[in-house]
């Protein structure tokens, strides 16, 4: 099973930015995903990365997150721009088919959190 582990989440003003990493112990076909869980809500999808670079993201972050992955360094990236206090949540990183449904990945990262302050 793919082993994953996220980095980079902390607390930041709306209207800033950060990157989150996530190392992948074994890059392969798989599509590789970010979703995120607030405090009292169901996880959602916020972007995935098929193995050929084609990207899907959810309607409320278009334009201001941007998925990526570096096959050389198997790792899988999610720079954030002008967050908003509703993008707090845990993010979670995820291996598994390219669909946007949660129970599709089945392989996931421990989470980190992320913190936007008004």
């Known amino acids: 099973q793919v082993q994953l582990a996220e980095s980079g989440g902390g607390l930041v003003q709306a209207g800033g930015s950060l990157r989150l990493s996530c190392a992948v112990s074994?890059?392969?076909?798989?599509?590789l995903g970010w979703f995120r869980q607030a405090p009292g809500k169901e996880r959602e999808f916020v972007a995935i990365?098929?193995?050929?670079?084609?990207?899907t993201y959810t309607t409320s972050v278009k334009g201001r997150f941007t998925i990526s992955r570096d096959n050389a360094k198997n790792t899988l990236y999610l720079q954030m721009n002008s967050l908003k206090p509703e993008d707090t949540a845990v993010y979670y990183c995820?291996?598994?088919?390219?669909?946007?449904?949660?129970?599709?990945?089945?392989?996931w990262g421990q989470g980190t959190q992320v913190t936007v302050s008004s």
């Open positions: 995820a291996a598994g088919r390219y669909t946007i449904r949660v129970t599709d990945y089945d392989s």
């Open positions: 074994a890059f392969s076909l798989s599509a």
């Open positions: 990365i098929n193995w050929n670079g084609a990207t």
